[in-house]
């Protein structure tokens, strides 16, 4: 079976630093994909960044950023000139293709305050 | 383009009162999920749908859980009667079949509270 695992459940950063957040997963397949999503307190989950595994290169998106270690089976987050409305809990999540069907594997989440 | 709409926004209900949920999914996205979250947990897959078919219902309690998506676009989700443990989020998600299946957008979701 598939898990996602995010270990820090709190994480603080002062304005304009970088932080990283960790995901580890565990999967037999070879073909899936990994996300991360934000959820700001008003609870919208909105997508961050794709990773597909067949992919080498770690994706971006402008401040964000990712280390896919696939061997390693983990997906850590980097967020780098972290802003006030960073602040939001963020799910590492994995999905593959199984019987037809996408079905997503989400972490407990990790709580991240960016401090003025 | 529009989001994933989903209304209420909020609800408190007492124990054993019936509840419903609608979301109206991303124009075009024929997939569509309702997840529950329950505090400072990720999100769990309630129900899939392809179209109007629910291709993934084994989590949904269906004592009292019920969904529907008779046209294949928006859904709701019910639950009957509603019980103090039922008290979460629960949100909305929808993805396109045809293109990038595998990425979700999601609804602000349904607060709800069961007294």
């Known amino acids: 079976a598939q898990t996602v695992t995010q270990s820090q459940p709190e994480m603080s950063v002062q304005e304009a630093e970088t932080v990283t957040l960790s995901c580890t997963y565990d999967?037999?397949?070879?073909?899936?994909?990994l996300f991360w999503y934000k959820q700001p307190p008003s609870r919208q989950m909105i997508l961050v960044i794709r990773?597909?595994?067949?992919?080498?290169q770690n994706a971006t998106e402008n401040r964000f950023s990712v280390n896919f270690q696939k061997a390693a089976k983990s997906f850590s987050l980097k967020i780098s000139d972290s802003q006030l409305g960073d602040t939001a809990m963020y799910f590492c999540a994995f999905t593959t293709l199984s019987s037809g069907t996408y079905k997503y594997i989400f972490g407990t989440g990790t709580r991240l305050k960016v401090l003025a | 383009e529009a989001g994933v709409v989903q209304s209420p926004r909020y609800k408190i209900i007492e124990k054993k009162q019936p509840v419903a949920f609608w979301c109206n999914p991303i124009?075009?996205?024929?997939?569509l999920y309702w997840y529950r979250q329950n505090l400072g947990q990720g999100p769990e897959l309630l129900i899939r749908y392809e179209n109007e078919e629910a291709v993934d219902d084994s989590q949904l309690p269906k004592d009292r859980f019920s969904a529907e998506r008779l046209k294949g676009v928006d859904s709701t989700l019910k639950i009957q009667p509603a019980e103090l443990g039922d008290s979460a989020v629960y949100l909305c998600a929808s993805s396109d079949f045809q293109s990038k299946q595998e990425t979700q957008y999601f609804g602000p979701g349904t607060r709800l509270l069961v007294l």
């Open positions: 124009s075009g996205h024929n997939t």
């Open positions: 990773q597909e595994a067949y992919k080498q």
């Open positions: 999967t037999s397949e070879n073909n899936y994909y």
